[in-house]
């Protein structure tokens, strides 16, 4: 089966550090998505991502926050300045037409710590 | 708005028994309801969904989920546990129509341990 990738697999930060996480949705899909999960929490949308623009984003999606498809492979999630809050599991999806039933393809993960 | 509950945080059951991993929803439309499970170091990958239709869904590796309207409830089983069960298994729901969203609400999640 096709599989979305997330590099890295872990990464440590200091507070008030840009990060940058990378995704390689799968080849054919146009629709991507960022969720995140805090420890012992929820899995939370972040945002999706359609045509080269946010479709919808969650209010954990603030100015801090932004996404871009720098080279119709990638799919980014950049945090300007990290928070320690923002220490989490970072997920990167991906789906072939965006329709409410269809199946999501998930990355690994990204796991952030924040100093 | 949608959201989902479940119940139990960590389930430990014997190989070999019954898995039963609740899940009970909240939407003003009706759902589809996913159940995805994360094996250690990988992804989220989905088990099963319903989305219309018969509300006894079967999905990968065994697993099934019935759709219950009047419970509001989407339960995961597999009636003889395995040790490769041992995973997080998270049900979601999302919706589509008036008031549409194009994300996946999630529950919180429940650990399965598998005792030999």
């Known amino acids: 089966e096709p599989e979305v990738t997330q590099t890295p697999s872990h990464q440590v930060t200091q507070m008030g550090q840009e990060v940058i996480l990378r995704c390689v949705p799968i080849s054919n899909h146009l629709y991507f998505y960022w969720y995140r999960q805090i420890l012992g929490q929820k899995v939370e949308f972040l945002v999706s991502f359609y045509n080269n623009e946010i479709s919808e984003k969650s209010e954990i999606f603030d100015d801090q926050f932004s996404v871009e498809r720098p080279d119709g492979s990638n799919f980014t999630l950049k945090i300007r300045s990290t928070k320690l809050e923002d220490s989490a599991m970072y997920f990167c999806?991906?789906?072939?037409?965006?329709?409410?039933?269809?199946?999501?393809?998930f990355g690994s993960g990204t796991q952030l710590s924040v100093l | 708005a949608q959201s989902v509950t479940q119940l139990g945080s960590h389930v430990s059951v014997s190989e070999g028994a019954l898995v039963l991993l609740r899940c009970n929803y909240s939407s003003s439309v009706p759902p589809y309801l996913f159940w995805y499970v994360q094996y250690p170091n990988q992804g989220l990958q989905l088990l099963l969904k319903y989305t219309t239709g018969a509300t006894l869904v079967k999905g990968i590796n065994g697993f099934e989920a019935e759709f219950k309207k009047s419970e509001t409830s989407f339960h995961l089983t597999k009636p003889s546990a395995h040790m490769s069960d041992a995973a997080e298994y998270f049900c979601a729901v999302r919706t589509e129509g008036d008031g549409a969203t194009n994300k996946l609400i999630f529950g919180t999640g429940t650990l399965l341990a598998v005792q030999p």
């Open positions: 999806a991906s789906s072939a037409t965006g329709v409410a039933n269809e199946k999501l393809f």
